[in-house]
């Protein structure tokens, strides 16, 4: 069974500090990997996907590199906004089947 | 207007009631997902659909049953409400590939049983 981690669980910073959060996952055996932000009362926003077969992906201030043989994942925040401050939350789908296993989420404060 | 919808936003529920989460969009995506999401933890799978004829479920699905009515409609039943059935509800929806299978996600619906 894939188990996704996500390290810190609650990170606060300073505006304009470079953010960084952390995603493992167990089963190498994936298909892509995707980055969701989650603010209250609102669902979850896909950021960034990165199929099995790339090394990163970038959106504007975001960037996201995957590592599939060592089971990580880590997304880069730049110079951080108090806009910024949400949940975020990785999820992996297996190479095998259609599920989606989430991280528990990183709860980033950006403070101004 | 929202692309993913759901219904009620927030409902409180008594043990043994029987209650129905609906879902409904307007992407035109065949696949549809059921999540739960509890506190310190991920979304969890309870029920996928990759079109009408074909329901499957996830890896909590105990306790739940739905219902594809149409390809914009997927609901979610609890037959007999629980207090550890307790926890925020997601929707989702996504193409099938070869197209991108990001998935688009519904504001949630914050379920209470008491």
């Known amino acids: 069974k894939q188990e996704v981690t996500q390290i810190p669980a609650a990170l606060s910073v300073p505006e304009g500090e470079n953010l960084v959060l952390n995603c493992s996952f167990t089963d190498s055996a994936i298909y892509n990997l995707q980055w969701f932000r989650q603010d209250p009362g609102k669902g979850l926003t896909s950021l960034l996907l990165?199929?099995?077969?790339?090394r990163e992906q970038t959106s504007g201030r975001l960037n996201a590199s995957l590592d599939k043989s060592s089971g990580r994942s880590t997304l880069y925040i730049a110079a951080s906004q108090p806009g910024d401050s949400a949940t975020y939350l990785c999820a992996v789908r297996g190479s095998n089947d259609y599920k989606l296993s989430f991280g528990a989420g990183t709860t980033v404060t950006v403070r101004a | 207007d929202a692309d993913v919808t759901q219904t009620p936003r927030n409902r409180i529920t008594k043990t043994g009631k029987r209650i129905m989460l609906e879902c409904s969009q307007t992407?035109?995506?065949?696949?549809m997902y059921w999540y739960r999401q509890d506190p310190g933890l991920g979304l969890r799978l309870i029920y996928y659909s990759f079109d009408v004829k074909d329901i499957n479920k996830g890896e909590i699905s105990d306790g739940y049953s739905v219902s594809r009515q149409a390809q914009a409609k997927f609901s979610l039943s609890l037959e007999s409400a629980i207090p550890n059935q307790t926890a925020l509800y997601f929707c989702?929806?996504?193409?099938?590939?070869?197209?991108?299978?990001?998935?688009?996600f519904g504001p949630g619906t914050r379920l209470l049983v008491l």
């Open positions: 992407k035109g995506h065949d696949r």
């Open positions: 990165i199929q099995s077969s790339q």
């Open positions: 989702a929806t996504s193409d099938s590939p070869p197209y991108q299978e990001t998935q688009y």
